[in-house]
Antibody, heavy 122, light 113 residues
Framework: QVQLKETGPGLVQPTQTLSITCTVS????????MQWVRQTPGKGLEWMGF???????EYNSEFKSRLSISRDTSKNQVFLKMNSLKTEDTGVYYC????????????????WGQGTLVTVSS | DIVMTQSPSSLAVSAGETVTINCKSS????????????LAWYQQKPGQSPKLLIY???TRQSGVPDRFIGSGSGTDFTLTISSVQAEDLAIYYC?????????FGAGTKLELK
């Protein structure tokens, strides 16, 4: 069955870089879009970006140039990296699977990982 | 960006009641090419990740009980939960996937009266 699981560092210091891995099973990364969504006390649920089935990416401009999403299809893993962390980046980070952004498909988030809590603090 | 506004922010209900949660988007989510509304509803219970309930504004995800009903079009949408059960106590979010950045409402917390 479809499974997604995020693993992250837990605690990150301000100004440092966050790295989270989403390991998936039950489907191929080359057939679906993979999304990153975070949930923070200050802003609630925020879409961060996605990596398309073909490997290209799109990001929320809110995160400007801080964010990078990549993948390793051989390992069934998707990666999130975000630099210059601030205390307001504290929250739960989720990966989610969707069908694709073409208007005919509909890009709702059908499957979510359990999330990984990230605390930004010195 | 498309702003999603949910109301109310919280709702106290008794088991068996019918509840309505509203979601309004700052621009139409109806795509003229297929006459579909690009709106989803999610349920989030404490300590859990969001769970997809409804997509295309009114299509229930497989396995979702039929007491969850999505309706609306354009900019105004509603999630109705008929005969609320104790297991329905959660926070409900609407989300637009019409255009990036995809955006969520602030949530409606369903509590026991």
């Amino acid at each position: 069955q479809v499974q997604l699981k995020e693993t992250g560092p837990g605690l990150v210091q301000p100004t440092q870089t966050l790295s989270i891995t989403c390991t998936v099973s039950g489907f191929s990364l080359t057939s679906y879009y993979m999304q990153w969504v975070r949930q923070t006390p200050g802003k609630g649920l925020e879409w961060m970006g996605f990596i398309r089935s073909g490997g290209s990416t799109e990001y929320n401009s809110e995160f400007k140039s801080r964010l990078s999403i990549s993948r390793d299809t051989s390992k069934n893993q998707v990666f999130l990296k975000m630099n210059s962390l601030k205390t307001e980046d504290t929250g739960v980070y989720y990966c989610a699977r969707s069908r694709g952004a073409a208007m005919a498909l509909g890009n709702w988030f059908a499957y979510w990982g359990q999330g990984t809590l990230v605390t930004v603090s010195s | 960006d498309i702003v999603m506004t949910q109301s109310p922010s919280s709702l106290a209900v008794s088991a068996g009641e019918t509840v309505t949660i509203n979601c309004k988007s700052s621009q139409s989510l109806l795509y003229s090419g297929n006459q579909k509304n690009y709106l989803a509803w999610y349920q989030q219970k404490p300590g859990q990740s969001p769970k997809l309930l409804i997509y295309w504004a009114s299509t229930r995800q497989s396995g979702v009980p039929d007491r969850f009903i999505g309706s609306g079009s354009g900019t105004d949408f509603t999630l109705t939960i008929s005969s609320v059960q104790a297991e329905d106590l959660a926070i409900y979010y609407c989300q637009q996937y019409y255009d990036t950045p995809y955006t969520f409402g602030a949530g409606t917390k369903l509590e026991l009266k």
